[in-house]
């Protein structure tokens, strides 16, 4: 990673600071990027796609020096481990992030983390499900991984006992590259930086499932097959119409 980014990210915002006296959570989102509806009904801050408004993914630090309570989100999160360590709580079940660690987190999980020291980066990357290419799933299918499972579920509404997964850091230097010019290229804010994030996530995707391939011998069912297909020929027929 570059070493300017890097010292960015490790800066002390003030917002930490504020943290840092106290040990207190301080929130930085404001309350139009909640759903308070769904937050009232769950009795959890849910935060909604408002959080987008004009990017298609949205990457941030999470802030250091005080726990971060329960919450859930109406898109899925990626949570990177890009220095030091960290200790979440996911729907109830403790897991321990190493640096270059991956955490991914489906719709409405609910997660809290822990404190994190000076020297601890954990990096947020917030997408929602149209950015989960339909020609990437159909790739992934062959892999049969957890992971493609995970995700076509997503893609097709269907409610999945798998609400979140967690790559370990082992051999995938790869995985880390992508992840670093992501993050690189969000806050550089060059031209077209968002559509190559949108891109590079693609490509992390299929790095995750090339490296961390878990066999399953469960396969498509009739209604994954029978939305496949459909949204295949949405697909298809919404770039013919486009092209003419």
């Known amino acids: 990673m570059l070493d300017t980014i890097l010292n960015k990210l490790m800066k002390t915002t003030p ?79 403790p897991v321990h992030l190493e640096q270059g660690d991956v955490l991914l987190l489906d719709v409405g999980c609910k997660h809290s983390v822990g404190y994190l020291g000076t020297n ?15 020609d990437l799933l159909s790739d992934l299918r062959s892999s049969k991984s957890v992971l493609y499972d995970f995700l076509i579920n997503r893609k097709i509404g269907d409610d999945s006992k798998l609400q979140y997964l967690v790559f370990g850091h082992e051999s995938q230097s790869e995985v880390q590259e992508t992840l670093d010019r992501i993050i690189e290229e969000y806050f550089l804010e060059r031209d077209f930086s968002d559509t190559i994030i949108v891109s590079y996530l693609s490509i992390l995707i299929a790095q995750l499932v090339r490296n ?31 092209a003419v």
């Open 120 to 134: 601890d980066l954990l990096i947020n990357i917030l997408f929602q499900d149209k950015e989960i290419n339909l």
């Open 15 to 93: 917002l930490e600071k504020e943290q840092l006296k106290n040990l207190e959570f301080h929130n930085d989102l404001p309350i139009d990027v909640y759903d308070s509806a769904l937050s009232q009904k769950e009795r959890t801050p849910i935060i909604s796609n408002a959080l987008f408004k004009n990017k298609n993914i949205y990457v941030s630090k999470h802030n250091r020096y005080a726990e971060y309570p329960t919450h859930s989100h109406t898109f899925l999160e990626i949570n990177y481990m890009l220095r030091g360590s960290c200790d979440e709580v996911v729907e109830g079940q």
């Open 212 to 242: 961390y391939k878990i066999d399953t011998q469960i396969s498509m069912s009739k209604s994954q097959e029978i939305a496949v297909q459909l949204l295949k020929e949405i697909n298809t027929n919404y770039k013919v119409s486009r």
